[in-house]
């Protein structure tokens, strides 16, 4: 089969062999998304190698369990190893053992096919396309902040960055009526956003960012801010923003290390709470009744062909979510 | 007065000038002991000038409502504006406003008398020795942990770290029942507190202590990491020990900046919980009833004439708590 791998560098496979593993169902993918994860990959990031890819919807074509087959699903892409405590109360997310599709020692979805246990697997209602079913793992980690922290109305939060996973997180935060500030460096990207902020501050990434923000700002500060820039400086820049005792969620992970002082995060009391994965119920949920839109966050649609042009085409800075169309979409 | 100031070098003044401050009580200090933070200030933190220290016993002369002239007093290091939210909920330690006594736009302690507002006071009770009364600050700062995490009896915490203040916070955290391990580099600060923890880990210091601690542990990880090394090696190393979903008690405050990979903070859901200064009355409650020992910790009692020596002492590898006298307690 075709499939986008990585192996040191990144290259189109035309005869990549199809792997069902033992006891998992085999899922012939109609679309993938290309996710900050898998470029960050291609720089190193997690030292992961193989078919790249964890955003798909797809088609199961074989399972043991045969009233799975002809099922569209998408797929939750930690895979535990079902035995240890975390894996038995159903959350692999965290797994000692698990491993992660397109991420870590398990091949991905830029491919014709993918191999997933059954329990990693959702079906998908008729009422979501398949354009927005392919949304709905990087919407349940956004929903994943909600999860973890108690977001009442009129609570000042902002959230840093403009690109794919920040606008999904922007989408999911309007329900909560919170008094919402955007914080972004691309002006077509935070226009997609500004009717669902009270304020949307557009900056120059240099020396200055931070009191080029204050300015913008009159320098309030949040009770919560969301780091969502997917780079090394969103960090940094959202400590100062945070009130005393207020807290940050990280959402970024990317390839390497940065130089940071942490003193005000003692002296103020702030909380940094990790955040990665969520579940699919309130993603699907949301796609399904048409709470959140996420068609416009599409910037390309490309054939798995093209797969090394679509890469590309997701690290130009005015891209958001490049999505690759497999042969069966076709 | 007598006073050790710091102005971009230490120096002892003999010729200080008693200030009290309008509004103020002023407090001749009897004993005042050095903290890391001090010497983090003679290294740069903080930014601060004039006279140091913020750990202290004293007794009130001066103050406008005379029933306090006389009383043996700690006090709070945190003086708010007294008109803002925070300060008008009797909670002055995140006032963006705020002097701090010896560390912000304020002289400190380590001088024969100390302004205060009679607001930052709190009376000791004669069961508690000047030497014990000297500890309250830092154990409150200690007792702080407490107050914002929940400890239940059996939950695996480490502290890494055995200098002043870990070994406060191991005395603090004792009376929790939780399943304590201490990590720390000098074995005789580890044996004062091996009777309080289930496992006591040495290391050594240099580029392989990750893998020496968890060669000692089995490659057991913790719900719970307090970071109290004072130094910015402790976090890079907490990071590691702590479980998925765990939590980080930030400590530390030290000066500059480190290179730190938070990407398993994210990818781990780790929450790191920044920590600082906590209520006296849990401490003073503490010392008073006995239920735990602080003298052991002092390593030096030196006079404040010769505070320069007593700097010197404190940054010594085996020294625990400095403790200056001043001339009203010779």
């Known amino acids: 089969?075709?499939?986008?791998?990585?192996?040191?560098?990144?290259?189109?496979?035309?005869?990549?062999?199809v792997k069902q593993l033992e006891g998992e169902a085999l899922v012939e993918?109609?679309?993938?998304?290309?996710?900050?994860?898998?470029?960050?990959?291609v720089k190193g990031y997690a030292g992961f190698q193989g078919i790249l890819g964890h955003e798909f919807v797809g088609r199961v074509v074989e399972a043991e369990e045969s009233s799975w087959v002809g099922s569209r699903v998408v797929g939750e892409i930690n895979v535990g190893c079902n035995q240890c405590s975390l894996c038995l109360s159903g959350d692999a997310r965290h797994c000692l053992k698990r491993t992660v599709l397109g991420i870590k020692q398990r091949d991905g979805a830029f491919a014709e096919y993918l191999s997933l246990p059954i329990r990693n697997l959702r079906p998908?209602?008729?009422?979501?396309?398949?354009?927005?079913?392919?949304?709905?793992?990087?919407?349940?980690?956004?929903?994943?902040?909600?999860?973890?922290?108690?977001?009442?109305p009129g609570m000042t939060v902002?959230?840093?960055?403009?690109?794919?996973?920040?606008?999904?997180?922007?989408?999911?935060?309007?329900?909560t009526k919170c008094d919402l500030t955007i914080i972004g460096k691309h002006q077509n990207k935070l226009d997609l956003m500004s009717g669902?902020?009270?304020?949307?501050?557009?900056?120059?990434?240099?020396?200055?960012?931070?009191?080029?923000?204050?300015?913008?700002?009159?320098?309030?500060?949040?009770?919560?801010?969301i780091e969502a820039s997917g780079s090394f400086s969103g960090l940094p820049m959202a400590i100062p923003l945070v009130k005393p005792c207020g807290a940050i969620v990280l959402k970024s992970t990317y390839n390497g290390s940065s130089s940071l002082d942490l003193t005000q995060v003692a002296v103020n009391e702030i909380q940094?709470?990790?955040?990665?994965?969520?579940?699919?119920?309130?993603?699907?949920?949301?796609?399904?009744?048409?709470?959140?839109?996420?068609?416009?966050?599409?910037?390309?649609?490309?054939?798995l062909d093209e797969g090394l042009h679509a890469f590309e085409a997701a690290t130009a800075p005015q891209s958001l979510k490049v999505l690759l169309r497999m042969p069966a979409a076709s």
Chains 1, 2 share one sequence.
């Open 1 to 17: 089969m075709k499939a986008l791998r990585f192996d040191g560098r990144l290259q189109l496979s035309q005869d990549a062999p």
């Open 29 to 41: 993918v109609l679309y993938a998304g290309i996710c900050n994860t898998d470029l960050e990959i």
């Open 124 to 152: 998908i209602p008729a009422a979501i396309a398949n354009e927005d079913a392919v949304f709905i793992e990087p919407l349940a980690a956004a929903c994943q902040i909600l999860a973890q922290v108690k977001i009442h």
């Open 158 to 175: 902002a959230v840093i960055g403009d690109g794919k996973l920040a606008q999904l997180i922007v989408r999911a935060l309007a329900s």
């Open 196 to 225: 669902l902020a009270g304020q949307v501050i557009q900056f120059t990434a240099n020396e200055n960012s931070l009191q080029e923000i204050f300015r913008q700002l009159g320098n309030s500060r949040f009770d919560l801010v």
């Open 272 to 303: 940094i709470i990790g955040s990665r994965c969520g579940r699919f119920d309130s993603a699907i949920e949301l796609l399904a009744n048409n709470r959140i839109e996420v068609r416009s966050l599409i910037s390309d649609m490309i054939e």
